[in-house]
């Protein structure tokens, strides 16, 4: 079955990176698009990032402002989310989810790792 | 950017039905999608596609979309129920969620 593991999560100061990771199991994970979403802590929701299964399409969230990059190593089963200039606003859970059927929805989705950005 | 519109909360007496909406303009022609969020948990995606349903979501769950408004139906509600549901489409290259709604079953 679909098995996704993020990991990389920590505290950070504000200003500075991180780099989350997600390890994919239980499917032929280079035939999947994948994507990023967050929840920031009592928050909803929000969408951060989608790459294709090769890996040369890549779409963000607008509220990102390049500061974070989405990529991915199919002979690792492995999704990344870099985060750069970190703010205390992307403290949030960060899931890492399969795309349904290459339609634009999330149908497995990981447990998430916890990025808090704080001094 | 496309804003989806959901009520904050809902309640439904047990074994009734509730129906959550989302509204956003002309939602009618996207696919909506809805998720179910228990505490601690990870979403679920319960619905894809306006009605569609994925494997081990009970038939309780259906859904709906037409011109301005996408209906999420919970027939018979029981106490398991009780969850934050999320609508989901596929605007401009970007996801978007709506806000959220917090079902209370009575």
């Known amino acids: 079955q679909v098995h996704l593991v993020e990991s990389g999560g920590g505290m950070v100061q504000p200003g500075r990176s991180l780099r989350l990771s997600c390890a994919a199991s239980g499917f032929t994970f280079n035939r999947y698009i994948m994507h990023w979403v967050r929840q920031a802590p009592g928050k909803g929701l929000e969408w951060v990032a989608f790459?294709?299964?090769?890996?040369?399409?890549?779409y963000y969230a607008d509220s990102l402002k390049g500061r974070f990059t989405i990529s991915r190593d199919n002979s690792m089963n492995t999704l990344y989310l870099q985060l750069n200039s970190l703010r205390a606003d992307d403290t949030a859970l960060y899931y890492c989810?399969?795309?349904?059927?290459?339609?634009?929805?999330?149908?497995?989705w990981g447990q998430g790792t916890l990025v808090t950005v704080s001094s | 950017s496309f804003d989806l519109t959901q009520p904050l909360s809902v309640s439904v007496a047990l074994g009734q039905t509730a129906r959550i909406t989302c509204g956003g303009s002309?939602?009618?022609?996207?696919?909506v999608h809805w998720y179910q969020q228990k505490p601690g948990q990870a979403p679920v995606l319960v619905i894809y596609r306006d009605s569609d349903r994925p494997s081990g979501i009970p038939e309780r769950f259906s859904g709906s979309n037409s011109r301005n408004t996408a209906t999420l139906t919970i027939s018979r509600a029981q106490v398991g129920d009780e969850a934050d549901y999320y609508c989901q489409v596929w605007d401009s290259s970007t996801a978007v969620f709506g806000g959220g709604t917090k079902l209370t079953v009575l």
């Open positions: 002309n939602i009618g022609g996207k696919n």
């Open positions: 790459i294709s299964y090769d890996g040369n399409r890549k």
């Open positions: 989810a399969t795309d349904g059927q290459g339609e634009y929805f999330f149908d497995y």
